[in-house]
């Protein structure tokens, strides 16, 4: 029993010192430097990375602050394996003269560690040192890039004016369906600049002009008025001496605070119409189609040549009425 026992313990014996030898033997591992442009051969006795640069005496504090290993630190090398220590730089980033900041990075390139800043060079920026140089510890990259300078531009897109016939209208009278109005077209316009200059390419400045908003025009509906038979009103007024017909562009209003009483002296009220003194006379009696009778009792700034202003008792009248041409009645006063 005991030489069993000693043969056991003869081959445990033998198979650790062969692990022994085993991880003790030399190692060759090539370290590069993404800063550095050279290469470094290791050769030795050792376990880790840690362990071999060591052996070469470099500082390892130091190297841990600066540098991020392809392996870690401190994880078992193999033969000929090649290690990576990408360079944990501070670079200062300087553009257009200004300091953007200190930043550290583990990017390889000027243009690697631009992406990482999500920074798109386009072909009126320069960058120093070049794009493809690599990073290195304390390197200062400077951009001299386009400012933009961006404005607001409004297109008016006008209406168009539609003309429908009409039979219950008076011939050659007119009235708004549908009022117009205009659209727009709303554009962002950038133009480029270096140090308070537009850039010139091709002898224009570089400008770019984008659609962001458009409102469509809404076209103006008109109905013209085919019907030749006089209404019994007008008849009646044409039978009255003195009387006239003209087209007006009829408009309407209604209260407004401060200013009720009409040019007159009257209030306003129902049948109270706005003229031009010079086209018809103060007191004269009108008739509007689609309105009634009314008189000429008040005046306004806006009120000029063949424009007459009819009130109506709420905004909501005043609005739905619109502009309509109409032909109307103009008779002295009884």
């Known amino acids: 029993m005991n030489r069993r026992i000693i043969i056991s313990l003869i081959i445990a014996a033998a198979l650790l010192g062969g692990t022994a030898v085993a991880l003790a033997m030399e190692k060759k591992v090539k370290v590069v430097f993404s800063d550095r442009p050279e290469e470094i051969q290791i050769s030795g006795y050792y376990e880790t990375l840690s362990e071999a640069l060591a052996s070469k005496g470099y500082n390892l504090k130091k190297l841990k602050s600066e540098y991020r290993p392809s392996v870690p630190w401190n994880q078992s090398l193999k033969d000929e394996m090649k290690v990576l220590l990408t360079c944990h730089c501070e670079v200062t980033m300087i553009e257009n003269g200004q300091v953007k900041g200190k930043f550290k990075t583990t990017a390889s390139t000027v243009d690697q560690f631009l992406q990482t800043k999500q920074i798109q060079l386009t072909k009126y920026d320069k960058v120093w040192p070049a794009a493809n140089q690599k990073i290195k510890n304390n390197m200062t990259i400077y951009l001299d890039r386009a400012e933009k300078k961006v404005k607001k531009e409004v297109k008016t897109i006008p209406y168009q004016i539609k003309k429908i016939k009409d039979p219950t209208l008076p011939y050659g009278e007119e009235e708004v369906k549908i009022k117009g109005k205009e659209g727009k077209e709303v554009y962002q316009v950038t133009t480029l600049y ?9 002898g224009k400045p570089v400008v770019t002009k984008k659609l962001v908003k458009k409102v469509e ?18 008849q009646t007024a044409a039978d009255e001496k003195g009387c006239r017909q003209m087209k007006a562009e009829v408009t309407a209003y209604t209260y407004y605070p401060g200013e009720n009483i009409t040019y007159s002296g009257e209030p306003v009220r129902r049948g109270a119409i706005a003229v031009d003194p010079k086209v018809i006379p103060l007191h004269s009696r009108i008739y509007v189609p689609g309105y009634g009778w009314g008189e000429a009792l008040d005046t306004g700034g806006r009120i000029k040549g063949n424009i007459i202003d009819v009130f109506m008792e709420s905004k909501r009248e005043a609005l739905a009425w619109g502009k309509p041409i109409k032909t109307i009645k103009v008779c002295p006063p009884k």
């Not at 270096?194 to 091709?202: A, D, L, S, T």
């Not at 025009?217 to 007008?234: E, H, Q, R, T, Y």
């Open 217 to 234: 025009a809404v076209d103006k509906v008109v109905k013209i008025g085919i019907n030749k038979k006089i209404k019994p009103d007008m």
């Open 194 to 202: 270096k140090k308070n200059q537009p850039i010139v390419e091709n």
